[in-house]
């Protein structure tokens, strides 16, 4: 599976939109780009996945760029329950979670 | 619709006990499963997963076993705990299938305290 890089916080104020990076340089043909969530001490949420085109569905929007080495999470109007790690993931078969990106929305 | 279940939530146990913890799925069939690892400030560790019966696959070398007697159910095990294996521990189920582009569901996850 390929590897991910993402920062490691950002901030964001409640009501704006979020929008955390994540870049997937060595990315396969075939491998799909999922973004999960993990508030704390709960189990990962699923947020969305694709592979080519970008996609949108009631959590969030998901940009991946033509060549498919970075994408980006859009969170359109975050609130202060949107505070958790998010993990993009480029998987293949199995998920492997990096460290992901502590978001925290403030008031 | 489909439910994954964890139990226990939260445990306790000292240096060299043994430990069983388990996941069930409910509301799907022949789904794959996998128990992973979360220590204290860190990222998911993947340690076993299953495509079905009997049939375990180990990710990383250590102190843990894996067992999947029935089809929705998925048992993590060790004969002796070790300071180490203290965590945040989360099944998880995708469908079985050739594609790759399936969510994985996770379960609420049991905390383990090795004391």
């Known amino acids: 599976d390929a590897k991910t890089t993402q920062p490691t916080s950002m901030d964001c104020a409640e009501g704006r939109a979020a929008n955390l990076p994540c870049n997937h340089s060595?990315?396969?043909?075939?491998?799909?780009v999922y973004w999960y969530r993990q508030i704390h001490s709960q189990g990962p949420q699923y947020i969305i996945h694709?592979?080519?085109n970008n996609e949108t569905n009631e959590m969030a929007s998901l940009i991946i760029t033509e060549d498919r080495k970075s994408s980006t999470l859009i969170l359109p109007h975050a609130t202060l329950r949107d505070t958790a790690v998010y993990y993009c993931i480029v998987r293949e078969r199995k998920l492997t979670f990096g460290q992901g990106t502590i978001l925290t929305v403030h008031p | 619709s489909q439910t994954i279940h964890q139990w226990p939530a939260t445990l306790v146990q000292p240096v060299g006990s043994p430990l069983s913890l388990e996941c069930t799925v409910e509301g799907t069939s022949n789904p794959n499963l996998y128990w992973y690892r979360q220590a204290a400030g860190r990222g998911l560790q993947l340690l076993f997963y299953?495509?079905?019966?009997?049939?375990i696959s180990s990710e990383v070398p250590q102190n843990l076993s894996a067992s999947r007697p029935q089809d929705r159910q998925f048992i993590l095990s060790s004969k002796k705990l070790l300071l180490s294996d203290s965590g945040f521990y989360l099944c998880a189920w995708t469908v079985s299938s050739q594609r790759r582009s399936n969510e994985q569901f996770f379960g609420p996850g049991t905390r383990l305290t090795v004391l």
């Open positions: 060595t990315i396969s043909g075939n491998e799909y």
């Open positions: 299953s495509v079905g019966i009997g049939q």
């Open positions: 694709g592979l080519k």
